[in-house]
């Protein structure tokens, strides 16, 4: 017959607990903030391909439309471009996430010169046709990102 031999019922001591729980502490606050460097960088990348994504959009229009970009009036600058590329060019304007700097939206804010909207989403230039920039798409931030660059300099 087998016996085992009773020792007692133990437990963890306090200092194992405590020891336990200072390596768990150390490797949060190692793990957290890569975490969230991970986590803006993801949101930069998301933004960049959107915005590469809008600009071919908008070239396929270009060229289905025989040289003409989509425009607007001062009075529909909300709505010109997803009026003119949903449904046939894009299900929907696609997120702009400038990370920790404004909410995601796909708001699109037409303008005729460069100038700051910080948050507002995209820029998009349409009012002047005769204007370099006009057809041009850029995120409107005007923070930097990761690497230190203008977000509305992409």
Known sequence: MIRFVDRGSRGFTLIELMI???????LAAIAIPKFAGLLRKSQEGTT?????ALRSI??????DNE???PSSTYGDNKTV??????????????????AAYHPPTDNVLC???????????????????????HGKIYVAC???????RLWNSY
């Open 20 to 26: 336990v729980v200072s390596i768990i502490g150390i």
């Open 48 to 52: 960049k391909g959107n915005l590469g």
């Open 58 to 63: 908008l070239s396929i229009y270009y060229a």
């Open 67 to 69: 040289g003409i970009f």
């Open 81 to 98: 471009l997803s009026d003119s590329l949903i449904p046939k060019y894009a299900g929907k304007i696609p997120n702009s996430y400038p």
């Open 111 to 133: 303008h005729s010169a460069t100038c700051g909207h910080d948050g507002y989403g995209w820029m998009y230039y349409c009012y002047q046709p005769t204007n370099s920039d």
């Open 142 to 148: 005007s923070h930097t990102d990761t690497k230190g």
